[in-house]
Structure formats: C-alpha cells, structure tokens
Antibody
C-alpha cells in the first residue's frame, strides 16, 4: 500500500522560509524512474505544480518559483523535503506531495495535503 | 497562469454524459501524454486517466479519455451524484524548461 503524508507548519509569517516534509511508504525513491513532487492549491483555485525530485536526484522546478524552491530527498528515511523562501500571503495554499510514476508520467498517488497560511 | 485551458463548469442530469475539454499547445499536449485528476470536495486529487486514455485499477469505465492534436477530452457517462467534483487535466510541458502543468480545472455539477 502506497501512502504519502505532508507535515510542516500551518502558519508562517511573511518573509519566512517554509519547510515541508513528505514522508512516504510502499515504494522506494531508489527505484529507477520513481519521483516525488510537490503541488499546491490556493483556496478555491487550481492546482499548481512546484517541484519534483527523481530517484537519481534529478530535480525539476516550476520556472516561476525556481529561485525560491529547493527540493531534497533522504532515501533512507523515505522523505522528501521542500523549502520555499520569502513566503508571502499569496503563497497561502494546501500543499500536496505526490508520487511521480516515472519520467514524463503523471502523479499516481497523493498525500492528503497540508494547509499553510501565510500571515503576520 | 495555467497553459492548459478547461471550461470552468459543466453540468448534466444523473445518467447523462458530460465531456470536459483541455486545450494546450505543441509543447505540452501535442507531444506528451495527458492525465486527468478528480478532486472530490475537501479531498486530495486522484489520478483518473493516464497516457491519454488508460484507467488505473479501480476506476470505472464510465470515465474515458482521448487526445487529438493539442487538445484532450475527458468523458463521463452514466453521471452519478458522486461524480460531482473538480476535474483537472495535466501533462508535461517543455516550452521553457521541463515542467508539469495542470489545467484550469472544471467543476462538474450533477443537476
């Protein structure tokens, strides 16, 4: 059974750095082709892809947010960490992590999501 | 800022059929597989269709997908109240750097 779960702060202040952790089970990030990505969804709005890290440490970022994002993995802990710097109220959203089933493949398993509010 | 355009909403009566379009370009839909995701109210998205027209295990055949050129379509037949949800198309895009893109989303309402 494949599961993913996001964890991190529910409230951050403007200009702070957000750190989110995705802890997963049922698959390994050392398996060829597998990746874990982050997607967010502001309240009432559409999904927005943020970043993805593959089994071979290949990393992909949204061009519009690339300067603010860093994605890393800890294969031994089955975790992927996303950091986003200089948070702003417009970054208020539910953040999801999801498994990428392979290069050029979709996200086939999703976490439940975690709501992050940016407010002073 | 999505590069994939969907109608904001579609609706039909129970038992009827709806189709949702997803319009893109040669840098995304035109050269990559399209997926569709279903997001029931208050829940995480779920993969509904992958590789244009394939269904993951457990997805009923009332859901179907197709692709032609730079557009894709999701079809839902035998509409049920439990199908009320937001639906998103998604695919890879290589116009700037390789990135994943989602559609603008479509709300399906069962009348």
């Amino acid at each position: 059974q494949i599961t993913l779960k996001e964890s991190g702060p529910t409230l951050v202040k403007p200009t702070q750095t957000l750190t989110l952790t995705c802890t997963f089970s049922g698959f390994s990030l050392s398996t060829s082709g597998v990746g874990v990505g982050w997607i967010r969804q502001p309240p009432g709005k559409a999904l927005e892809w943020l970043a993805l890290i593959y089994w071979d440490d290949d990393k992909r970022y949204s061009p519009s947010l690339k300067s603010r994002l860093t994605i890393t993995k800890d294969t031994s802990k089955n975790q992927v960490v996303l950091t986003m710097t200089n948070m702003d109220p417009v970054d208020t959203a539910t953040y999801y992590c999801a498994r990428g089933s392979g290069y050029f493949h979709p996200f086939d398993y999703w976490g439940q999501g975690t709501l992050v509010t940016v407010s002073s | 800022q999505s590069v994939l355009t969907q109608p904001p909403s579609v609706s039909a009566a129970p038992g009827q059929k709806v189709t949702i379009s997803c319009s893109g370009s040669s840098s995304n839909i035109g050269n990559n597989y399209v997926s569709w995701y279903q997001q029931l109210p208050g829940t995480a998205p779920k993969l509904l269709i992958y590789e244009n027209n394939k269904r993951p295990s457990g997805i009923p055949d009332r859901f179907s997908g197709s692709k032609s050129g730079t557009s894709a379509t999701l079809g839902i037949t035998g509409l049920q109240t439990g199908d009320e949800a937001d639906y998103y198309c998604g695919t890879w895009d290589s116009s700037l750097s390789l990135r994943y893109v989602f559609g603008t989303g479509t709300k399906v309402t069962v009348l």
